[in-house]
């Protein structure tokens, strides 16, 4: 399971600094943007809101659900208190797991503009996506194991 997780660690890292759209203008200007790059150029053309709301949705919160996991990953059999205060973490956070996907599918249906521009995906929305499904897949794991460990426990 570890191995998996630091797989999606290496996914999410390509999903947020390569490039996942390419927007092309007017047969002639072609803008290529990462997540990371399109958060920078919004801070720096003064969309502060939304340079907030895409980077803490798409960068920071998918980095400590990864490091949330990896604590679960690492709970000792003896230490449910801690066991059961990362979970509820996690449950807590679940409810945000697929915005960070969502936002990205709003940035490419927002500059689809028909005749006037095209966007082309690229693969780091696909690196990006696979980190996504990976911790989805290794958060719905932990949560089984730990749920089949509870049980083992009661009397």
Not at 1 to 26: E, N
């Amino acid at each position: 399971m570890r191995l998996i997780l630091a797989a999606t660690v290496c996914f999410l890292g390509v999903g947020l600094a390569a490039p996942i759209i390419t927007l092309k203008k007017f047969l002639f200007i072609e803008n290529t943007f990462s997540v990371l790059s399109g958060a920078l150029a919004l801070l720096m053309g003064g969309q502060l809101f939304l340079f907030v709301v895409i980077t803490g949705f798409s960068v920071v919160l998918p980095v400590l659900k990864i490091l949330l996991l990896d604590k679960l990953l690492r709970a000792r059999d003896g230490d449910t208190d801690r066991l059961k205060k990362h979970l509820r973490w996690m449950h807590l956070y679940g409810k945000w797991s697929m915005l960070d996907v969502f936002v990205v599918a709003v940035l490419v249906a927002a500059v689809k503009l028909g005749a006037i521009a095209s966007v082309d995906l690229r693969f780091g929305l696909y690196a990006f996506a696979i980190a996504v499904v990976l911790t989805m897949y290794v958060t719905a794991r932990v949560v089984s194991l730990t749920g089949d460990a509870q049980a083992s426990r009661a009397p």
